[in-house]
């Protein structure tokens, strides 16, 4: 089993920056893909951005392309999510997911290990 742990949420004013970080650990960790989803108050679970893990190729939500830079650490099993720009549309909670298999996703049931998520507050 994977576990994943994201941190680095917290209150930021609009226009601010926010770095997220998912630590990945289990001895049976060797995910394909890792991604980032968000959840706001009364919304489904939405896509946020991917990687790779071998390759680091990346892929972004159009709603935070240009704006948010995920990255990947695979001597520490660690993804981060570099936010800039932030907006108080961009407030959720964010969660860590992590896919085993190969190939390409973007929705939620396309991924087999979730985070606890953390909370993403923007003010205005």
């Known amino acids: 089993q994977v576990q994943l742990v994201e941190s680095g949420g917290g209150l930021v004013q609009a226009g601010g920056s926010l770095r997220l970080s998912c630590a990945a650990s289990?001895?049976?960790?060797?995910?394909?893909?890792l991604g980032w989803f968000r959840q706001a108050p009364g919304k489904e679970r939405e896509f946020v951005a991917r990687?790779?893990?071998?390759?680091?190729?990346?892929y972004y939500a159009d709603s935070v392309k240009g704006r948010f830079t995920i990255s990947r650490d695979n001597a520490k099993n660690t993804i981060y999510l570099q936010m800039n720009t932030l907006k108080p549309e961009d407030t959720a909670v964010y969660y860590c997911?992590?896919?085993?298999?190969?190939?390409?996703?973007?929705?939620?049931?396309?991924?087999?290990?979730w985070g606890q998520g953390t909370q993403v507050t923007v003010s205005s």
């Open positions: 990687i790779t893990w071998g390759g680091g190729g990346t």
């Open positions: 289990g001895r049976t960790f060797s995910p394909a893909v």
């Open positions: 997911a992590a896919r085993r298999g190969q190939g390409f996703s973007t929705v939620v049931a396309g991924y087999d290990y």
